[in-house]
T-cell receptor
Framework: EPEVTQTPSHQVTQMGQEVILRCVPI?????FYWYRQILGQKVEFLVS????????KSEIFDDQFSVERPDGSNFTLKIRSTKLEDSAMYFC???????????FGSGTRLTVV | EDKVVQSPLSLVVHEGDTVTLNCSYE??????LLWYKQEKKAPTFLFML????IEKKSGRLSSILDKKELFSILNITATQTGDSAIYLC???????????FGGGTRVLVKP
């Protein structure tokens, strides 16, 4: 069964450093998303991406965040200057149509120290 | 305020029991409601519901939506230890494609 692949599975970074979280969505999917889940809290929407541009973003997704699809297979989330409160599990997801259920990746646990 | 509320927060049952999980929502322009199972990391898709009163079924799991009363239930019959997980409910509004998640129900099935 097709999978969404995320790397790394766990990343530890120092406060103020830049991190790039990587995702390989399912190959024929057109819609891409990033969500995050702070430990013990709800899964929260960050951003959706379609046709090489952001289609929707939440208030969490401020100027320190950016997304990119640098080639035909990868989808990345960059956090420019990490803060302690950015520590969370970050999930990438993709879907082939806007109305369908997503497929989530297994997540990257980001720890900011 | 919370747009998607799940209950109970957690429950413990024994193998063979039936569980019923609840999800209520309050959104302006509802489009669909989705159920996910989260075991260790990634939420895995279970059901998507768009129409009231039509039960979706997959093996021992079933779900139904009530658009008038703004809730959905997820039933698991003849529970097994492998059903132990957090079950997440999420709502998609008509405008946009993002999902708004509830806080989840943690289910523990004991042998």
């Amino acid at each position: 069964e097709p999978e969404v692949t995320q790397t790394p599975s766990h990343q530890v970074t120092q406060m103020g450093q830049e991190v790039i979280l990587r995702c390989v969505p399912i190959s024929n999917h057109l819609y891409f998303y990033w969500y995050r889940q702070i430990l013990g809290q709800k899964v929260e929407f960050l951003v959706s991406f379609y046709n090489n541009e952001i289609s929707e973003k939440s208030e969490i997704f401020d100027d320190q965040f950016s997304v990119e699809r640098p080639d035909g297979s990868n989808f990345t989330l960059k956090i420019r200057s990490t803060k302690l409160e950015d520590s969370a599990m970050y999930f990438c997801a993709s879907s082939d149509r806007a109305t369908y259920g997503y497929t989530f990746g297994s997540g990257t646990r980001l720890t900011v120290v | 305020e919370d747009k998607v509320v799940q209950s109970p927060l957690s429950l413990v049952v024994h193998e063979g029991d039936t569980v019923t999980l609840n999800c209520s929502y309050e959104v302006t322009n509802f489009r669909s409601l989705l159920w996910y199972k989260q075991e260790k990391k990634a939420p895995t898709f279970l059901f998507m519901l768009t129409s009231s009163g039509i039960e979706k079924k997959s093996g021992r799991l079933s779900s139904i939506l009530d658009k008038k009363e703004l809730f959905s239930i997820l039933n698991i019959t003849a529970t097994q230890t492998g059903d132990s997980a957090i079950y997440l409910c999420a709502v998609r509004e008509a405008a946009g494609n993002k999902l708004t998640f509830g806080g989840g129900t943690r289910v523990l099935v004991k042998p």
